[in-house]
């Protein structure tokens, strides 16, 4: 290769392969050339090919596409007008066969029948819309041969023959009833006895000799269902048309009657005649589509043979859909054809997406696109709403540790000052000093309650609240609750009031504390918004407001209370389902029934509520309006609680509201008879129920002045509870007469602040006259001590005690005694006879109290010490657990569950596993171990929210009280423990 490397080489070299090679690669590349060209020829050949094969396919496949959706639409149009037909069909027949169980209920089943031709023609005509495909309904009876000629008598009529209209069908203008031929002799006959007005032409037709007829007839009694006969050309009209017939049975028969069984109880047959030639005209006149759609109805019972029932000749698309029609008849089968009036529209579609598939694609793509972008939306917002529901959870779970922390910080010196207040109470004290403990403690259980009120809406959005069964006085409540609001009413010179009607029984079984909250929410919101007149509640039992209220305020009449008109208190019940006729009224009167429903009303002349708030006036945290809420406060959930709270007890609440004249406010409630002669009432007992000493007052006869009745009926509630006889007048004249006649000895005369201070001359002659006999005691009603203005009516003798309403009859029972010189004017009868009578209960039982609040335990002390008991405190879990080592003497315990270093569950579960040791070593002792080994504990708290029955059960306790707790709550839990003497 050495010589290429010169010049001459390489010019050698090229002129060789120019000459030798050059021609022969010259070929071969043009031949490579041509068959590339070739290739790329054929290759976009192929791709034209390609695409248009494409195309074509696309197009084929979305004209299938269109050709097939096309019969989809109109499988779905035909399905949609049969199903349309048969709903409406289904209706009809319902409303037939509901029409045969009329004709048997007030045809067959009274005598004389209460449906004749004209009632019959009447009702079917007023109810025919209920029957949108009938042209007609008929009621033939069964008729025997031996009853043929009586019953041709009674009617007036012969019975006549059908198969000759069928042989000679007439036409409406030459149908003549009288030239029809009598029915022949036949074993029974179904003459028709009521028609519809438009086919009352075949009154007196026999169906029976009908050839269509007779087979429906005898196929409906045999099966008992509605039978369809064969398309026929109907009498009269010579329209085609069918009859569905139902049988009409003497008596209600099993449903696995015999068909023998079923001809003996039928009483006739019902017959609703269907125009199907008008009815499916009609039903499809009212659906309108784009496509028009050929509608053929066949009755196919016979494939070889169908009856075409409607249909039109006119030609349409080939192809045409058949849906099964079901009209309750298994013997007869119908069918719907249907086709498409126009020829199929050319596929625009199809090849508009032929030509433009690359914009189909790119839309398809941004769809996807657009798909998956959603699909990363809708996660991030889920993954947002996931943070936020754990955001609220973690706030509802610090809400509820907030409150069970404000709660017990709360109720622990609470239950303290009430603690403390009992105690004070059974100390000697005068009558007044009693009262102020008393106003003291209602005060401060007041305040727990308010408490309670945001407690009990967190109880009620958790479906945790529940309610106690205990005995409770319902007029001691009330005296309570008028004495925690006697003080506001008195100083705005609003009177306030209770009546409690006589049916109302003295004890029941329910929850004292939850009945007097909802009053207690009532009254309050009456005498925040009430500046003048008056506040009233009354109870009575429900079944006394269905026939009569015996104190019933009305709404335009100044009969009332305090004169001022009020809101109806019938308005304020008019949604309840108990008041309505559906309501269980016939149960309230049920003389054994040991249910009482009783009926409460709050009525007061407030300011009312505004129209456009009285909607969710019982919505929580609700404020009628701003500026109210300032003047007035309060937290807008007690109505909400109370709404809930009634509920509970199986009520109603409702109200009625007129601005400037007052809201009346009215709830019922379902407690049970606590009567000790009831079934209830002897299984519970009462232990602070407060004693009137209405034996001291017996035989007393007392005289109420007062011009308006209402007020006087009252007092004369009042006085009654204290068994007193009381008369009623409405002025100083009448009483003046009554007391002076001799007739009846009165002592004590009640006069009303308005009488007495309309004339004082009237009250001298009053006075001066009443002196003449033996002089009663006056008292004078007044509503507030500052609005009463001395009389002269003096004359060196005692000026009348006055009384301040409300009035109480406890209040009433210690003021007679002062002014009367009757009975104990100390405390003996309230303090030391009680305490004589309970001192025995607990006599002997030794009792461990454990709580780390000195204040505490000595309010547990104290109350538990009222019943007897032996009782022994000590601060600390621990020193609890050295008390209570087997073996010990104490009968129970109570716990605190909140203590420092162990609380009380802890010692709770060391106590529990001692006892079990103990118990381990007394069963593998011979000689046995007689000291109790466990011991009942019961938990204390202040923490209502967390330290429920089944914490406490967990750890071995045996149950639990709250604070601020009472002696009849400590007593009551313990005794539980303890076996009857």
């Known amino acids: 290769m050495g010589f290429l490397g010169d010049y001459d080489g390489k010019v050698w070299l090229n002129n060789w392969w120019e000459k030798n090679l050059g021609n022969t690669c010259k070929q071969y590349y043009y031949k490579y050339n041509s068959l590339r060209r070739s290739w790329w020829r054929k290759l976009w050949h192929a791709y034209v090919v390609f695409w248009i094969v494409i195309s074509s396919s696309r197009f084929l496949h979305m004209s299938s596409e269109a050709t097939e959706k096309r019969k989809e639409s109109l499988v779905s149009l035909c399905d949609e007008r049969a199903r349309m037909l048969q709903d409406q069909f289904n209706v009809s027949m319902n409303h037939i066969q509901a029409m045969s169980i009329l004709i048997s209920t007030f045809h067959h089943a009274m005598d004389p029948s209460a449906i004749d031709q004209k009632t019959f023609a009447r009702y079917t005509e007023r109810t025919a819309f209920e029957r949108p495909l009938t042209s007609g309904v008929a009621y ?7 009853e043929r000629e009586q019953f041709e008598k009674q009617q007036g009529w012969t019975i006549k023959r059908m198969d000759t209209l069928e042989q000679n069908p007439v036409q409406e203008d030459d149908f003549a009833l009288e030239a029809l031929e009598p029915s022949p002799i036949q074993e029974e006959y179904a003459p028709v006895i009521f028609a519809q007005e438009t086919i009352k032409h075949v009154i007196s037709v026999d169906v029976l000799s009908g050839k269509e007829d007779r087979q429906n007839v005898l196929r409906a009694r045999e099966s008992g269902k509605g039978v369809l006969t064969a398309p026929f050309r109907l009498l009269k009209t010579n329209r085609l048309g069918v009859i569905l017939t139902f049988a009409v049975y003497k008596k209600e028969l099993p449903s696995n009657a015999t068909p023998d069984e079923r001809i003996q109880a039928t009483d006739g047959y019902l017959g609703g005649v269907f125009d199907i030639e008008s009815l499916v005209e009609k039903l499809l006149q009212q659906l309108a589509s784009k496509q028009s759609v050929i509608v053929n109805v066949y009755d196919t019972t016979n494939h070889t043979d169908p009856i075409a029932m409607y249909g039109s000749d006119v030609l349409g698309d080939e192809f045409y859909h058949v849906s099964t029609l079901n009209f309750g008849d298994p013997f007869r089968k119908h069918e719907m054809h249907c086709r498409f009036k126009q020829k199929p529209p050319w596929p625009w579609e199809a090849i508009h997406s032929s030509v433009g598939m690359l914009v189909i694609a790119v839309l398809i793509g941004y769809i996807l696109y657009a798909t998956v972008n959603r699909m990363f939306i809708s996660e991030d917002n889920y993954n947002e709403q996931m943070e936020l529901k754990k955001r609220a959870q973690a706030a509802d779970v610090a809400k509820s540790q907030f409150l069970a922390t404000v709660s017990h910080e709360i109720r622990t010196p609470m239950n303290g000052v009430l603690g403390m207040l009992n105690m004070l109470m059974d100390t000697d004290l005068d009558v007044t000093q009693q009262e102020y403990v008393r106003t003291a403690q209602g005060s401060g259980k007041a305040l727990v309650s308010l408490i309670n009120e945001v407690l009990d809406q967190a109880k009620i959005d958790s479906g945790k609240l529940e309610l106690e069964a205990v005995v409770f006085d319902l007029r001691a409540i009330l005296d309570d609750v008028l004495l925690l609001f006697s003080e506001k009413s008195q100083g705005k010179g609003v009177e306030l009031a209770v009546y409690v009607s006589d049916e109302v029984p003295e004890q029941l079984i329910g929850d004292p504390g939850r009945f007097r909250q909802i009053i207690t929410n009532l009254m309050g919101n009456s005498i925040k918004f009430t500046e003048k007149g008056h506040i009233f509640v009354t109870i009575h039992l429900v079944e006394e407001v269905v026939h009569s209220i015996e104190v019933e305020p009305q709404s335009t009449s100044k009969d009332t209370l305090s004169g001022y008109p009020v809101a109806d208190i019938r308005r304020s019940w008019e949604g309840f389902k108990a008041f309505s006729q559906e309501g269980p009224l016939g149960s309230f009167s049920s003389p054994s029934s040991e249910l009482v429903n009783l009926i409460v009303s709050v009525e007061d002349t407030g300011v009312g509520i505004p129209l456009e708030a009285q909607s969710r006036i019982f919505t929580p945290f609700m404020q009628v309006d701003p500026s109210i809420s300032r003047k007035h406060g309060g937290t807008g959930i007690g109505l909400s609680i109370s709404k809930c709270l009634v509920g509970r007890m199986n009520g109603e609440i409702g109200f009625v509201s007129i601005p400037n004249i007052g809201s009346t ?15 209830e009432g002897r299984s519970q007992q009462i232990n602070n129920q407060p004693h009137l000493a209405s034996s001291e007052f017996h035989g ?30 409405s002025d100083l004249d009448q009483g003046l007469s009554l007391i002076t006649n001799g007739n009846s000895a009165i002592s004590i005369v009640f006069i009303e602040q308005e009488v007495w201070d309309r004339d004082s001359s009237i009250s001298l002659h009053f006075v001066n006259n009443t002196r003449k006999v033996d002089p009663p005691k006056l008292f004078i009603l007044v509503n507030s001590n500052s609005s009463f203005r001395a009389s ?26 002062r002014a009367m010189g009757v009975g104990n004017r100390g405390n003996t009868r309230n303090v030391e006879l009680p305490s004589l009578s309970l001192q025995h209960l607990l006599r002997g039982r030794r009792i461990l109290v454990v709580d780390d609040n000195s204040v505490n ?6 109350a538990l010490k009222k019943y007897g008991a032996d009782v022994v405190c000590v601060s600390s879990g621990k020193d609890a657990i050295s008390k209570l080592k087997p073996p010990h003497q104490f009968d129970a315990c109570f716990m605190d569950i909140q203590m420092p270093e162990m609380d009380g569950f802890e010692a709770t579960r060391r106590i529990r596993e001692l006892e079990h040791m103990a118990s381990i070593e007394a069963s593998m002792d011979a000689d046995g171990n007689n000291s109790k080994l466990r011991v009942p504990i019961l938990a204390m708290t202040a923490d209502v929210m967390q330290a429920t029955n089944e914490e406490c059960l967990k750890s071995g306790m045996d149950g639990y009280v709250s604070k601020p707790f009472e002696a009849e709550q400590l007593y009551r839990e313990v005794s539980r423990f303890f076996p009857t003497s």
């Open 665 to 679: 406010f009215t709830f019922t409630a379902v407690f049970t008879n606590g009567s000790p002669n009831s079934k």
């Open 792 to 817: 002269s009516v003096n004359s060196g003798d005692p000026f009348p005690v006055v009384i301040t309403k409300p009035l109480k009859a406890s209040m009433l029972a210690v003021t007679l005694q």
């Open 857 to 862: 335990r000595t309010v547990a002390a104290g």
């Open 140 to 146: 033939a009876v069964r008729v025997l041969h031996s």
């Open 700 to 729: 007393t006869n007392a005289l109420v002045i007062d011009p308006r009745p209402i007020r006087a009926k009252v007092s004369r509630y009042h006085l009654q509870r204290l068994d007193i006889r009381v008369e009623l007048v």
